[in-house]
C-alpha cells in the first residue's frame, strides 16, 4: 500500500488509546521485518530518547525510569505500559535480528533545553576545553528550564549553533562526522526548543525528521509516531497551515506516506491540570455519540471492528466529501474536526471501538 514511500507517519486519534497503541506496535513490526524500516522517529524530546535508543540497543537503562522523566517533560501520553511493550519488542528484536540491520528509536520533538544544551557542552569538552567553559556559561539560560526557553536565550543559543556551524570541518576532524552532527543537533534542538508552544514547532519537527534521517538507520527508511494532527498533509485546525505532514509531502513527495487511526465508540485518556500548576492528571473519557453524516457513522456501516482503508486510489464519493471526523488533544477535549479525509491522509485504520490506554505504576 505504502508504494516506495521510505518515511510513514503513523498517527494517534489520541494520545491516550490502548488499541491504538498497540495496532500501531504491529504495523512497526511488519514495516521493519517486511519491509526494511530501521528507524522510528517519536514525538519526543531528542535527548532523552537518546537514552532509550540506548537500551534498545542492548545497552544498560531502566526504561520505567526513563519514561516516567517523559510524564516531567508533559509528555505524560508516553508513560505507559503499551509504550514500554514497544520499547522492549525493539530490544528483543535488536537482540535476535541475525544479520538484518537493527533498528533505532529517536526523538524528534524540540524540548529539553537543558539536556541537549548539556550535551553540546559535553563534546566541546572532548574537542576544545575552553570553548566549552565558555559555552557552559552562555547555555545557563538554557539549564534553567527542561520546557522551552526565553526569546534572550535563543538569541545566545543560535549564536552557539552558528559558531559550531563555522568550525564544522575544524572540529570534525577532532572527532568525528557522526559525533559533530549530533552535537550541532543538540544544539539546534536548544534554538527549536523556544517554539514549542507556537505552530513553528511542527515545521522543526520536520526540519529535525529530514535531517535525523539522512544519520540514522542504514535504509534512510523512517516510521513516525506522532499525533494525527502533526502528520496530516493539509491545513489542520489544532496547527493551521503547516503541520510536520504537510511539510514533509511537500519535501519528500510521494516518498512520504500518512496513515491516520479512527475509532467510533469506547473511552480514551486525557490529562487534565485544573490547577495550571503542571500537575496533571489521566482522566478516562468516552467517546460521544457521533452523527449520521461522520467519517466514522459511515464507515461503521460496514459492521467491521477493524478495517485499514488505503485513499491513494479512486474513491467513493462520500469519501471525498468535508464531513466530521473526531480527534483528541493530550490535554483536552475531544474536537470535531471537518475536512476532507483523503487530502490530509493517505490512509486510515478504523478500529470499531476502543479503551483507555494503560499509564505505568511507579
Known amino acids: 500500500m505504502i508504494g516506495s514511500s521510505e518515511v510513514v507517519g503513523l498517527g494517534d486519534i489520541t494520545h491516550g488509546t490502548h488499541e491504538v497503541y498497540t495496532v500501531k506496535l504491529r504495523v512497526i513490526d511488519y514495516l521493519v521485518r517486511e519491509l526494511g524500516f530501521d528507524v522510528l522517529g517519536w514525538e519526543a524530546p531528542f535527548p532523552l530518547v537518546e537514552q532509550i535508543d540506548t537500551y534498545v540497543q542492548g545497552g544498560a537503562g531502566d526504561p520505567r525510569a526513563l519514561l516516567r522523566q517523559m510524564y516531567t517533560l508533559t509528555y ?13 519488542w525493539m530490544r528483543e528484536y535488536n537482540a535476535h535480528r541475525g544479520n538484518r540491520p537493527a533498528v533505532s528509536i529517536v526523538g524528534f520533538d524540540v524540548t529539553q533545553p537543558d539536556a541537549a544544551s548539556n550535551a553540546v557542552v559535553a563534546y566541546l569538552q572532548s574537542v576544545d576545553p575552553p570553548a566549552a567553559v565558555i559555552a557552559e556559561q552562555r547555555y545557563a539560560c538554557a539549564r534553567a528550564s527542561s520546557l522551552s526557553i526565553t526569546a534572550e536565550c535563543q538569541t545566545i543559543a543560535a549564536d552557539i549553533l552558528q559558531q559550531l556551524e563555522t568550525r564544522r570541518t575544524e572540529l570534525t576532524a577532532l572527532s568525528s562526522a557522526h559525533t559533530f552532527e549530533e552535537a550541532l543537533h543538540n544544539a539546534r534542538v536548544v534554538v527549536q526548543s523556544r517554539t514549542i508552544f507556537g505552530v513553528v ?43 510536520m505532514g504537510r511539510v514533509l509531502s511537500e519535501s519528500l513527495q510521494g516518498d512520504y506516506f500518512s496513515i491516520t487511526t479512527m475509532t467510533a465508540a469506547g473511552s480514551y485518556l486525557i490529562w487534565q491540570d485544573p490547577t495550571r500548576t503542571q500537575n496533571y492528571t489521566p482522566v478516562t473519557k468516552n467517546l460521544p455519540a457521533i452523527p449520521p453524516s461522520a467519517y466514522e457513522s459511515l464507515i461503521r456501516r460496514r459492521g467491521e471492528p477493524f478495517l485499514l482503508i488505503p485513499f491513494r486510489k479512486v474513491l467513493p464519493q462520500w469519501l471525498t466529501t468535508a464531513a466530521q471526523f473526531n480527534l483528541a488533544p493530550a490535554a483536552g477535549s475531544l474536537s470535531n474536526m471537518v475536512g476532507v479525509l483523503p487530502s490530509s491522509y493517505d490512509a486510515a485504520i478504523f478500529l470499531d471501538t476502543t479503551t483507555a490506554m494503560h499509564p505505568l505504576a511507579h
Open 76 to 88: 505524560f501520553f508516553w508513560d505507559a505500559e503499551e509504550i514500554l511493550d514497544v520499547i522492549e
Open 201 to 243: 514547532r511542527d515545521q522543526a519537527m520536520a526540519e529535525n525528521v529530514l535531517s535525523l534521517r539522512q544519520r540514522r538507520g542504514s535504509s534512510r527508511k523512517m516510521i513516525l509516531w506522532a499525533h494525527s494532527a502533526h502528520i496530516s498533509e493539509a491545513p489542520i485546525a489544532l496547527l493551521g497551515d503547516f503541520p
